[in-house]
Each structure stands twice: as structure tokens, then as C-alpha cells.
């Protein structure tokens, strides 16, 4: 049965399986705004007693409290497990629920976006000899097959993102803010954009929207979710062009784009392919161009909280993130400067945890 | 697109991350499980409370009140056999993560004594 749309998101096939997905954002709501909170205020204050009666030692200045001991005093509170078990739970819930509702329309889903394919090939660019680097291929938050493993897995990505984001972005609310946030060249000359790391195309379409006359491009390695990106382009009017590929070897030219995005990709790579990354982005900016950052945060100027670092530490772990880590602890900043870049922080934006970068290639 | 007329199989099932014995938080392994049983439980619940609101929703709307004939309801055999696979079924999504991690000795384990802290 077709159950329509809830907006532009999708609607699971069942009424049972809404009410699944929908208590599974509640509990995750419960443990992630209400949990997490209350274990953080309890670990670092048993970490504030540990360093006072010397169980851990005080960094130099400068310094900061290594990780082992964060997470060997946080071990001893017996919220940490079962809060571990809660959100680890908790998401593996999400991805079975969504994954077994959409496959009940799955031979419409395929047909849908070959559909879409035969109407606009020329807006949906994929090379046939082109493979994921295994890198790329890791189940990232544990969705079923990754960005590139699933034919199914741009639909699934979509609602099982709706619950990660506890419904605060099922009409795309949070990459609209994001892309109304990318910071223009000083010359305002905005013809050719690029959303890098694009998903299914949520930020994509909306820079569409504010730039009506510009070439839109969105780029990422996953053709399921490319596919599926064009497919709700096409259905929504928005002509903008989706292209396989990966983000360190995009094929465009030199100085090709006014503007480039990206929301939550670095940490998502290995190291030394985020600084690939950031060296092909230089290269494919025009002078003059920017390339708007936001991402996780870096801990290269220790603000990043002792509770925040046993999150991520266990979000690397157990969400399957295995590069966040390192993203976390890198200079991200130099990187970009060592690559040309001028760095300076963008507009804030509502979630609080992302931190914003405006890298602009100088225009001489 | 310039892969004209390729088809794309979608597997059944497929996900290392969330299929096996999955990850084990406690030093005892029957608190992950009851945890997992407790939280399907809980879905369930939920489920089938928001299903009753919405068929009351629709009777009320058809200005319907079946709920004497709910009570004298008597299934055929069908109906028996239906609901008893869907009984089943609900047994085992709620229970079933005492079989999937039947001992703690499992690869999936990540409790911070075996990491050393």
C-alpha cells in the first residue's frame, strides 16, 4: 500500500512500522537529550574528583587529560553501559525497522528512479568503471550497507536519518539552514556550486533554490545514494546535476566553482584523505572562491569537553565511524591553510556541536 | 546516466554491522539482552497502542461501536493459525536477543575491562 509522503519524506510502508520508528525517535530523543547530559555531568564530575585526590593525574599546561583516564574513571558509573547499550540499540532498531518497511516498495523505488534516469540523464553522472575504495565502502552509523553497498540504501539513509535527527529535519530544515549559511565570494559571482559529500541532496537542491541561475552540482562516492538524489530532484523540479565519484578526484576542471559546500564529511574519511580532500577543493576553486565548512569539531585548542571525547570515542566504536577520531584530533585548520586556503570561522549555526569554517582561496 | 538500462538487484537483508551477535556492554550478558528485550517490548507496546488510537479514530469517525463485538469475536481456523504466526513472530523479535548473545565470550564484546581500563 502506498501510504504517500509525509511532506517530502517518505512514509513508511505500515502503520505498524511507523509507530515502531516513531517510539525508537522518542527513545532516542530520551537518550540522547536526557541521557547523555546526565552522564556527562556525573563523569566529569567524578573526573573532577579523581584529579583532586590524585587517581588522575593533572595535565601540564597545556595539556590535556588522556582519553585512557577519561574513559577508566567514566567505566565506573553504571549509567555508562547501559547508556552504551540504549544508543547502540537504539540504532540498531532504526536501520532493521526502516530497511525491512522500505523493502516492501522496493521494486517501485527502483522503478522510480530509473524513471527518473530515462527523464534526465543528463543531469545524473556516473562513470560505469568506477569502484568505491574500500575506505569508503564501512557501514557508517551502521546502516545496512553503507553509502555504497545498498541499491536501496539512499531511501533507507533518508528515513533513517529522519529519526537521527528526532525529526528535526524531515522537510530538510537543517540543510537549508546550512545552505543558506554558505558564505558567498567577496565578488558575490556565484555561477558553479558543488556540494561535496551530497548524500541524497538535501543542502543541494536548497543552494538550487537560492541560486537560481547557478550550474548545481552535487558529488559523493555512494551511487545509492546519488540515484536516489536525482530521483527526488527530478520528482521536485530542481534541476541540478548528481555525480559519482570521490571527493579528492571529483574530474573537474581547475578553478571550476564559485562555491563549494560541505556538511559533515572530513570526519568521515581518513586522514590523509581529508587532506586530499582539501587539496582538490583548493584546486577546483576559483580564486577568489569559498568553500563552507560545517563539521565536527577539532580538539586542536582542547575545547572539546572530557565527556564530549568519551562520546566520540564511543561513537567511533560502536557507531561505526571509524575516522572521526582521527578528524577530531587533527589540525584541521592547518591542513586547510597549508593547502592555500584562508581560514576563518562562518556563521554559527543552531546545532551547537558543528563547528563553522570559511576557507577562501586567495583571489592573487 | 551513462549506464543506460543497468538493473540493480536489492538483497534481502544485508548489514555486518547490526546482524551478528552484535555488541555486549555488561559483564554480564544478560543485562545487554534484557535491555534489548525490554526496549522491543516497549516498541511493541507503543506499536500497538498507537494502532488502537487510530482505529478509534476511524470507528468514532463511521459513528461504529464495536466494542461488544470485539468480546464475542471467535476466530475460524485461519484466523487461529495467522494469529499464532504473528504471535510467534512477536515472541521472538522481543526475546530473540537472548539467543542472538547466548554467552558474553563473543567477538562483539566491548566491555572496558577487556580494553584495559
Not at chain 1, 560545517?294 to 565511524?321: A, H, L
Amino acid at each position: 500500500m502506498d501510504r504517500g509522503q509525509i511532506g517530502i519524506l517518505p512514509r513508511p510502508t505500515s502503520l505498524s512500522d511507523e509507530s515502531y520508528l516513531e517510539f525508537v525517535t522518542s527513545f532516542r530523543k530520551f537518550a540522547i537529550q536526557r541521557g547523555f547530559p546526565a552522564l556527562a555531568t556525573i563523569g566529569e564530575a567524578a573526573l573532577g574528583e579523581a584529579l583532586e585526590n590524585g587517581e588522575v593525574a593533572r595535565p601540564a599546561e597545556g595539556k590535556e587529560i588522556p582519553l585512557f583516564d577519561i574513559k577508566r574513571v567514566f567505566a565506573k558509573i553504571p549509567l555508562v553501559p547501559t547508556w552504551q547499550r540504549f544508543v547502540r540499540s537504539q540504532q540498531e532498531m532504526m536501520w532493521r525497522r526502516t530497511r525491512e518497511s522500505f523493502m516492501h516498495n522496493a521494486d517501485q523505488t527502483m522503478r522510480d528512479m530509473a524513471a527518473a534516469e530515462a527523464s534526465h540523464p543528463e543531469r545524473i553522472h556516473v562513470d560505469p568503471d568506477f569502484v568505491p575504495p574500500e575506505y569508503t565502502r564501512c557501514e557508517i552509523h551502521c546502516q545496512p550497507g553503507g553509502y555504497t553497498d545498498d541499491p536501496l540504501g539512499g531511501l533507507v539513509f533518508h528515513y533513517g536519518t529522519k529519526i537521527f535527527y528526532e525529526g528535526a529535519n524531515d522537510q530538510d530544515e537543517l540543510h537549508a539552514e546550512l545552505a543558506e549559511k554558505t558564505t558567498l565570494p567577496a565578488d558575490d559571482r556565484v555561477e558553479r556550486i558543488l556540494d561535496i559529500g551530497c548524500s541524497i541532496g538535501q543542502a543541494t537542491t536548497v543552494l538550487k533554490d537560492l541560486h537560481p541561475s547557478a550550474e548545481v552540482w552535487g558529488l559523493d562516492v555512494g551511487l545509492p545514494m546519488i540515484r536516489y538524489a536525482h530521483m527526488r530532484a527530478v520528482q521536485r523540479d530542481k534541476n541540478v546535476h548528481f555525480k559519482q565519484a570521490l571527493a579528492e578526484e571529483t574530474g573537474f576542471a581547475d578553478g571550476h566553482f564559485d562555491l563549494v559546500l560541505s556538511y559533515i564529511l572530513f570526519h568521515e574519511v581518513p586522514v590523509k584523505k581529508m587532506s586530499d580532500i582539501v587539496a582538490e577543493m583548493f584546486r577546483i576553486l576559483r580564486p577568489g572562491g569559498t568553500f563552507s565548512i560545517f563539521e565536527f569539531p577539532n580538539n586542536d585548542k582542547g575545547q572539546v569537553t572530557p565527556s564530549y571525547r568519551f562520546m566520540i570515542d564511543y561513537d567511533s566504536k560502536n557507531n561505526c565511524e571509524p575516522y572521526s577520531p582521527g578528524f577530531v584530533q587533527s589540525d584541521f585548520r592547518g591542513i586547510l591553510e597549508t593547502a592555500g586556503f584562508v581560514v576563518e570561522a562562518g556563521p554559527p549555526v543552531s546545532n551547537p556541536f558543528l563547528q563553522s569554517l570559511v576557507a577562501t582561496k586567495p583571489a592573487t | 546516466m551513462n549506464e543506460a538500462n543497468k538493473t540493480f538487484d536489492v538483497p534481502q537483508s544485508l548489514g555486518n554491522e547490526i546482524g551478528g551477535s552484535g555488541r555486549v556492554y555488561f559483564e554480564n550478558v544478560v543485562i545487554d539482552n534484557l535491555i534489548d528485550a525490554l526496549l522491543e517490548l516497549s516498541a511493541a507496546v507503543w506499536t500497538h497502542h498507537d494502532r488502537v488510537l487510530v482505529l478509534e479514530k476511524v470507528l468514532a469517525a463511521k459513528d461504529i461501536d464495536v466494542s461488544a463485538e470485539i468480546e464475542m469475536h471467535v476466530p475460524d481456523d485461519v484466523e487461529i493459525a495467522a494469529r499464532a504466526a504473528e504471535r510467534d513472530d512477536y515472541v521472538q523479535r522481543i526475546f530473540g536477543s537472548f539467543i542472538r548473545r547466548p554467552t558474553g565470550d563473543l567477538p562483539g564484546r566491548q566491555t572496558q575491562s577487556e580494553e584495559g581500563i
